[in-house]
C-alpha cells in the first residue's frame, strides 16, 4: 500500500508540475525592442528576451551584429505557458505583427540582421510554421513571404540596456516614430 501511494504521489506531482510547464520560442522580425514589446502584451507569455540567432559568431555583440557579417539577425526569445498560449498562436502573432515580404527591412530599418526568420525546434514546429504560411498565401493575406523557417540552433541574450527597452525608455524617438506605431497597428489588427 505504502509503494502504491508513494507511485500515486509521484506521478500527481509530475503532472500537476507538467501543467505549468514554460515552453521557448524564438522569432526575428526586425527590431528586437518592438518584436519585444509586442509578446510581452500576450496572455500566457511568461518573459521575452531580446538576443540574436540565426548566424555563426559565437557570443556576439550588438555592433557586430550591426554589421551584418555573423548570420544573426535581432531576435526574441518568448517564454511562454502552453496551457494558455499555443505555439501555432505565437506563430500567428509573428507574422500578424510585422512584414513578412520584405527581405532584410522592417519599416526604416535596413539590413540582414532585420531580416524575417521563425525559428523551430522540433518538426511540429516547423510544420505549424509551414501551415500558417500557407494559409496566408492562400489567403492572399501576403502576395509573397520571405521569412526564412530556420532550424533553432542558438540565442545570444543581447546587452542588459536592450532588455525591456521600450519600458525603460519610454520618451526614445525611436519607440514614438518606429516601436509605438507598430505595436498599436498590430493590436488593432489583432485584437484576440
Known sequence: MKFKLQILIVFLLSNSYGQNQIKEAYFASGCFWCVESIFES????????????????????????LTGKTGHAESVKVSYNPNQISFSNLVEVFFASHDPTTLNRQGPDVGMHYRSIAFYEADEEKKIIEKEIQRLLEKEIYPVIVTEVKKFENFYLAESYHQDFKRKNPDNPYIWNVSVPRIEKFKSNYTD
Open 42 to 65: 500576450l496572455e500566457g507569455v511568461d518573459n521575452v528576451e531580446s538576443g540574436y540567432s540565426g548566424g555563426w559568431l559565437k557570443n556576439p555583440s550588438y555592433n557586430q551584429v
